[in-house]
C-alpha cells in the first residue's frame, strides 16, 4: 500500500518552544515513523506545500493546497491524507470534499501536539490509515473525540470543534472506526460541479463573500458588503432570523445574491424565515455554515455557470 501525506502545518505538525505551540517542519514525521515500524506493508510520499497554523489560512494557501491535489496522480496512490490544523479544519475539510469529492482523501489533524500524552493525533493518522486501507473513496475526517471513540465524519458535514476539542458532523458523524467501518449512516451530497477549475482556469480566489451571523440587537446599518459578490447569512439553530431587520439587508444587496443557510429541509419553517424568503434570500437546505460558506466562495470564483446554480446542485 502507498500512500501520498500532504502536510500543511497546524497542531499535528507543530512543537512547544517554552512559550508557544508554533508550526515546526519536523514535528508531523514522528507520526508516519512510528506507523512504518508497526506496519512494514505501508510506504509513504510526502510533500509539504505549505506550513501554518490554520488559523492564518488566506486565499493563497487554499490556491496551493488546491494546486497540490489537483496535481496528484492518484493511479500511483491507494489514498492521500492531508494532515492540517484543527481550527479551521471544517473549512479545510469542505473545501477539499467539495472540489475533489469521491477521491480517497483523509484530512488529519491533533487536538494537542503529538508529544502530548493526550494528544489523539497518532489515533487519527492510524484509523486514517486503516480506513484507506479498506477502500473508502469519499473525502473524510477521522477524529477521536473525548468520548473515546473514532468517529469518521464525511468532509462537507463536518462542523467546527467545541470547547472539549470534539467535533461532530451537521447531524450525525457518517460512521465509527473501531478496526472497521461501523454503523455508517446515509451521507449527504454536497459536491461541486466538476471540471469547474483545471489548468486553463486554476483555481484564483479573487471575489469575496461576505458572512453574517445573527445575534441579537445586530445593526445591520454596520454592516458592509459593497466589496463582497454575494453574502451568506447564517441562521439559529431553527433556520431564523429577525427578519423586520434583516430586510434592510435585502435593501443593501441590491443584485447580489443572499443566501440563508443552515435550514433543515423538512422542517415545518418559522414565519420569519418565510418572509426572508419570500424577500429574495435564497435557502441553503442540510447544509453546514461553514461547507455553505466555502461552496458560496467557490461559485463566486468562477465563471463557467451561474452561481445560484451552482449552489443548487
Known amino acids: 500500500m502507498k500512500l ?3 502536510m500543511t ?6 512543537s512547544f518552544d517554552g512559550e508557544s505551540v508554533n508550526v515546526n517542519e519536523t514535528a508531523s514525521t514522528p507520526v508516519i515513523e512510528q506507523y512504518q515500524k508497526e506496519h512494514t506493508d505501508i510506504s509513504f510520499e510526502i510533500t ?21 491535489l489537483y496535481d496528484v496522480d492518484f493511479d500511483r496512490y491507494d ?4 494532515t492540517c490544523g484543527s481550527d479551521t479544519l471544517a473549512y479545510l475539510s469542505s473545501f477539499v470534499g467539495l472540489l475533489f469529492a469521491h477521491r480517497p482523501i483523509a484530512l488529519v489533524c491533533a487536538n494537542k501536539i503529538l508529544t502530548a500524552e493526550d494528544s489523539n493525533g497518532y489515533e487519527n493518522f492510524s484509523a486514517a490509515v486503516g480506513i484507506l486501507r479498506q477502500g473508502m473513496r469519499e473525502v473524510f475526517v477521522p477524529y477521536r ?4 471513540v473514532m468517529y469518521i465524519h464525511l468532509a462537507t458535514e463536518l462542523r467546527e470543534a467545541d470547547y472539549k476539542d470534539d467535533f461532530q458532523s451537521l447531524y450525525t458523524p457518517y460512521a465509527i472506526f473501531d478496526g472497521g467501518i461501523r454503523e455508517n449512516t446515509s451521507p449527504l451530497c454536497h459536491d461541486f460541479p466538476e471540471g469547474i477549475f483545471d489548468e486553463e482556469h486554476p483555481l484564483k480566489l479573487k471575489e469575496k463573500v461576505a458572512v453574517i451571523s445573527p445575534y ?7 454592516v458592509d458588503i459593497t466589496s463582497s459578490k454575494a453574502v451568506l447569512h447564517l441562521s439559529y439553530h431553527s433556520g431564523t432570523l429577525n427578519a423586520d431587520k434583516a430586510k434592510r439587508l435585502m435593501e443593501k444587496a441590491g443584485n447580489k445574491p443572499v443566501f440563508l443557510a443552515p435550514i433543515k429541509k423538512n422542517a415545518k419553517p418559522y414565519k420569519t424565515t418565510s418572509d426572508m424568503i419570500c424577500a429574495g434570500m435564497i435557502p441553503l437546505f442540510d447544509i453546514s455554515p461553514e461547507c455553505a460558506y466555502m461552496k458560496l466562495t467557490l461559485a463566486v470564483n468562477q465563471q463557467k455557470m451561474s452561481v445560484d446554480k451552482i449552489m443548487g446542485c
Open 9 to 14: 502545518g497546524g497542531t499535528i505538525g507543530s
Open 79 to 82: 489514498g492521500v491524507i492531508i
Open 4 to 6: 501520498l501525506v500532504i
Open 145 to 148: 473525540n473525548s468520548d473515546g
Open 48 to 68: 509539504a506545500p505549505l506550513n501554518i497554523l490554520s488559523e492564518s489560512v488566506e486565499a493563497e494557501d487554499l490556491e496551493m493546497l488546491w494546486q497540490a
Open 216 to 222: 441579537p440587537l445586530l445593526d445591520y446599518d454596520t
